[in-house]
């Protein structure tokens, strides 16, 4: 697993546009997800319910430990330098066509909602 950060802007809209798919050719899986705080208090990771809005005129962030284009079931490891193409589909059926690089990131250890092992392993070594 693997996920994507940026910046989607939405700079000369009159109004908010809402992501509400992604799809890319490097993982048969992409969702979008938040990190929100469990009951208990935990961070945990999950697919967010009506997508990303991205106010008119402004933008919405994708970062680590908030909201973030997570990629699944990756067969192939993504080696830093290498472009990712995703498409954004639109909840007025248009879509955005980008690509992204692969940068190094350490990752963190959130929990994701339903993994009964207790927390994912986000890419920073640990087991």
């Known amino acids: 697993m693997t996920a994507g950060f940026g910046l989607i802007t939405n700079p000369d809209a009159d109004t908010d546009a809402t992501v509400v798919a992604v799809t890319t050719p490097a993982a048969p899986v ?6 929100v705080e469990d009951e208990t208090g935990t961070m945990v990771m999950r697919p967010i319910e009506g ?18 284009l997570m990629l699944m ?25 980008f690509s992204a690089v692969v940068k190094d990131y350490s990752g963190a250890n959130e929990n994701y909602v339903g993994d009964d092992s207790g927390g994912m392993d986000m890419g920073d070594g640990d087991e």
Request: charged share 20%.
């Open 73 to 97: 079931e990756i067969s192939e490891p993504l080696t830093a330098g290498a472009e990712v193409p995703f498409t954004l589909e639109f909840s007025d059926g248009s879509t955005l066509d």
């Open 30 to 35: 992409a969702e979008l997800h938040e990190t």
């Open 51 to 68: 997508g990303f809005t991205i106010p008119a005129g402004g933008e919405f962030p994708l970062s680590p430990a908030g909201n973030h």
